[in-house]
């Protein structure tokens, strides 16, 4: 006779077997039955090869960074600034805003060889630079949507409609968590994606693994402070109670729903205490709080949001969640990329290169993958009126969909390479193009996880973050 | 033998439903044992689809793998396909990707070639069957027939029904089932003393007939429609489909047979002379997310918005999935790119619904048709009203347009008192263009005010130029009148200009006039027409009218004024024609008329209907060949007297000869009760869906469904009537391991509360429950700042929070804003309603407790069932007894009551106890 613990997590494994359809129908069962029950359900990491990345911090830079202003310098652009794009590049394609016709604007801005590596990027990021030779940085990115809310769902649930889970829950399901107190996958955002709370659903799997935004402020998560007249003892008696007349029932129904409410109560209870602990970035030390723009030369505090969540992703992954989605508002630059770019850059510069050397320093950065990019790139072609009202605007791009630049670290991604190429404008790929597919497959297989075979079963069809597509880029990894 | 061993693994090991029917039969059927294996393996490269179809042959069909000797009857030796899936060569090996089939999986094939390889049409496809009843050993159980296929199950399993569940909990569920909030504990106590055996029965009725059944039965019909109340994608704006919801609620309580409830809300505008409540039904396929950010191109809407509407047809009539053949065959089921496009013209026909808002690129607006909708009967009977009002009011206006009058009485003027200086201090509201000395005037007109007001210069003005005195007033609409008259008394001879404007606009409008022909220091009505007021060059247009809020009086000149005063009384507006005057009464009842009304979005198809083709590769922009309307031709025929439109779509889905929706509909509802379907994959009767686990009584529950003439009502009473349904839902553990999902329902169902019902459960406990039913959505109390974080309208970012009555309504009342919905019935597993949701989660989470323990919106039930219990009389006992039968119907066992009356001892604190009260698991649990 099976114990009773033993039973749940048949249970629990058998449904994830069967509702996976992974192919691993035939790992061992010994080896599941080893498991125990958490937080999240599915522990059993479902790893096809060995891991690269355990954890991931991606940087969501929301409304699309311009690549030729910060990592894919385009000299051509100086002699065409003021010319319409020759008409067979611009046939057929694709524009939300400005028309086939308008003019090439060029890069106001200088870019150097940066590293012993040379990666090249735009005077505008000077600390970045400093950490050059541990960054991976691919010119070839493509997507198939050409605004926001869908950018912003292909980028991260490989679909330009509402309806699919995210890369974040694919990761959840596919890994489960390695902190039983914490969500496996969390929200960070100093302002947001435009399709809202869809960018990190978890879609058709299980709502567990759907991102918990972890909000500024006192509440970092809904309803985790007890009301202003209960005191710490009432709540403990309380979940004491509501624990031992649970147990009762228990006793009663058998029912194992009841026992996993039971840890629920005692993780909730827990999580009032750690949760707090854990966003209080204050109690970082003073050279710590430094590195990430978070006190000026002077120890004075500094207000950024995006800083704040980069140095709270790097606690979060010390504890162990998988998947920290952070996004950093205010990359749509319809208008004025000579001020306003400049600003936007500002604001995460010293922050993804703080971000970065302090995983290296705790010997995080091996094991964690960065990722910083938007859901697509810009024109070459200046936009100049407000799409809205018409009216005149200081001179920016429109969005674009042909190529963009991000770029990502550790991880398992290699060190100081430059991928990918554009033709002279910055407008099409020239060579080795990364569409989000293959950036989610290669992202997947850094996880250990082979994309074609995280799967789940949903109306009858085996969905994939991937879909049908996807090709690892192998080119990258170390 | 074999049967037995197997029956020992499985229990032990993997209780899956479908090795568990395996066990039933050595004898492998096609499509219980074969087509899972062919299906999930082959049909990918040898189906239904002939673009992505390998080496030619089929292995859906019979005679095509016959004739490639893939499959050669009755001798597995010469049977190809045995010796590709058991090649030990991975080249060579089937399938080329993934994980070899297993020995099981080859051994049954080879059993079923041994056996003939017969195939069978897939089980979903044909009419249901009425099975004969099973031969059953435990005879006195049935109370249904439905409980004679759930106990031939069992039994052949060696299983057991449970005892019939106490009293208490059995009514607890039946409210919970049927209406969505627990009985309270005088229901109770009132059922268990009842002696009548037809009690059971008589409740039924009586729930079925409340207004709580439709609110609890409407919610997951409302995730099949993904209704919400705003745009989802960017901006996310506001859109009005409560109608549509309440609609559904009414529909369910009104018993509305289900083909009808189909009808109306895929055709409700194309049946003959349309009822109002018909068009609001198809708010059903207007309830698709809208994409209406900038760059979007207005066909790419539009083609996003009808493939939605094809697949969520499908999902919620045939239990398939539409969507794969969107791009190409589907590689599963047979349904054809051609005939996917053949149901998407049927919705093509619609007129244009979206387009750019305006020459700028920005925005995007409903173009659809839309009728107008008011919050409640009490406020559409005032709107009728006035209709009247305006109706009547517009015949006289005409009737006057015809026969002008002349002057009219003074009994049909209307006036204006702009200025009568009898406000709290007429001196503030005066300002002049030089120093002056402001006082109430010490005389007055003759038919004036009681009061008037002086504006005098110190010392006296001899320079010229402009001396003018001003007036404030609160804001005034002035725009039905036709002329205003004042009283002036000054001491200068000059021209005047007698303006009007709003403070610090510069839209102004002047009348002018001189006194030189007048009597000077003497007071004056001038009469000023409106039709004579004009724009100065300075003024950048006229006034708004509709909002003026000051009057000055300017003297000009070139000469010196010799004078030093200007004394102002009564400034009125009036309107003195009687047209004029109706015309504005007619203006201000259309206002209040707008402000009572708001419209919902209904179908509509155009005249002269776009031209179908299929998509090439799903792409819009890659038009195929040209299609018109039809339907999967592996179902029934569609009849070809119904018409080539919507109309013909519905009647074609709830013909009595589908297969499909009449199982489709028992199994969602069986799911709803049950927690599980008999097909666990309702939006999946395909053929990669499970198979019934009860076929029989898949069937039999179908076909009486129909036969009962679709009626939901009919079906939950039937079900709610078995034994099956009202066994005890406690188990034993051993029970409980050997069949953890209640595969066979040898228990009574107990899950998880939806989001939903947990909110209306604890409102009813705690005695906060409104029970108003319908009307516009509602704002419960949620935390701040949420919908700031929505990129969208400015107007739109702040929540409004309810007040009163509204703060507790039912869950299905609260707003649904697809890019932020409210927080705390996400954290129980609502769906975002962005496409159509079949089957919600039931997820059991950390956030789940601090949601019942800290929302505020929890706490305050905490704190009012803590006053409520504390006003109960009798011992602290006797309320705890009564305060645990409110939460969950039955008595408490001693040692729970030991529990909480320790709590108590320990807090002193009844909000305590009411708080565990609302927390445990049983109370959102249905047991």
Redesign the interface.
Known sequence: ??D?EK?IN??KR?DFL?QGTL?I??IA?SHLLEQDLS?SGIEHPVLQHPARAKNVIFLHMVGGPSQMDTFDPKPALDKWDGSPLPEELTKGQ????VTPQARVIKSPYSFEPRGESGIVMSELFSHLATVADELTVIRSMKTNE?????GELFFHTGHG???RPSFGAWASYGLGTENKDLPAYVVL?D??P?????VW?SGFL???HQG?EFRKGQ?P???????D??SKE??R???D??N???G??FR???????E???S??E???R??TSVPDLVDIDSEPEHVLKQYGLRNAEGGKTRNDFARSCLLARRLVEKGVRFIQVFAKGWDHHADIYTDLPRSVGRVDQACAGLISDLKQRGLLDETLVIWGGEFGRTPMVQEH?????DLTEPGRD?HKECFTIWMAGGGVKRGLTYGTTDEFGFGIVENEVHVHDFHATCLHLLGIDH?KLTF?????DYRLTDVHGHVVHDIIA | MYSILRCFTCL?????SFIEAFAKSAAPSFSRDIRPILSGNCFKCHGPDPEAREAEFRLDRRQSAIDADVIVPGNPAESWILDMVSSDDPDMRMPP???PL?EEEIDKLRAWIENGAEYQAHWAYQKPDLAEQPNVRRRSWPTSELDYFVLDRMEEAKLKPESKAKSAVLLRRLYLDLIGIPPTVEDVTAFEDDPSPKKFEAHVDRLLRSPGFGEKWAASWLDLARYADSN?????DMRTMWPYRDWVINALNDGMPFDQFSIEQLAGDLLPNPTKSQLIATGFNRNV?T?F?????VPEVRA?ILHDRVSTTG?VWLG??L??AQCHDHK??DISQKEYYQLYAFYNKSIQEVDQDG?????KLFTGREVTVYPSDAVRQLAQQLKHDIAVEEEIIAELDEFPKGDTPEAVSEKVVLLDFEGSDPLKSSSSTRPTINSLADNVPIGGGNFAVSVRAEPVLETKGFFGAGFSFPTTDLSGITEITFWIKTDIRSEFNFQVQKNWDRRVSIFGFSNFHLEPETWTKIVAPLAEFTVPQWSIGPVDWTSVQKIQITAYGEESYDGKYIMVDNVVGATSSEQALREKRVAQLRVQLTEMQSSTMVMQDAMEPTQTHIMMRGDYTAPGDSVGTGVLESLHPLDPELPPNRLGLAQWLVDPENPLTPRVVVNRIWAEIFGRGIVT?P??F????ELPTHPELLDWLAISFVENNWSIKELIKTIVLSSTYQQS??????K??KD??NNYYSRGP???LSAELIRDSLLAISGLLSDKVGGPIVYPVQ?DGIWK???GPVDETDYPTSSGEDLYRRGIYTVWR????Y??M??F?TP?R??CT?KR?R?????????L????VY?EMAERFAKVIEGWDGSDQDKIVRSFRTVVSRQP?R??LN??M??LE??Q?W??VA??LL????TI?K?
């Open positions: 006779m099976m009773y039973g048949l249970i058998r069967k192919g129908g035939s069962l937080a694709k524009f939300a805003f050409i605004n926001h809310g869908s409609r509402l309806g955002k302002g947001g435009v399709a809202g709370t869809s659903s299980s709502s567990r918990v509440t998560i809904h309803f985790l402070n007890t009301p007249q209960t009432e709540r008696l309380v979940v109670a509501i031992g007349l649970n009762q029932a009663h129904y058998q029912d194992p729903e009841i996993t409410r039971i629920q109560y993780l909730a209870y999580m009032q407000n799409a809205g009202t018409g969005h074609e079963r949903h109306q009858g069809r | 032990a090991l993997f209780l899956s990707q993934g994980d297993s989802g994608y960017q901006h996310d997310p994409n950010s900038g760059g979007t191109k996003n999902a398939l999935t969507e794969c599963f089921d020459d700028g690129m920005f925005r994959t939006e999946d395909g053929m990669q869906g839902s406690s188990a034993s553990a051993v409980i391991m953890p999902q107990r899950f998880r935390p974080e929505i990129f697809r890019g932020n919905p927080p705390s996400v954290n597993d975002d962005n496409v079949v989660d997820s059991n989470t950390p956030l789940q407790a601090l949601t323990l800290n929302d505020p706490v066992s040692r729970e529990i909480l320790q709590l320990q807090q604190s909000f305590a708080q565990t927390n445990l698991d049983e649990t047991s």
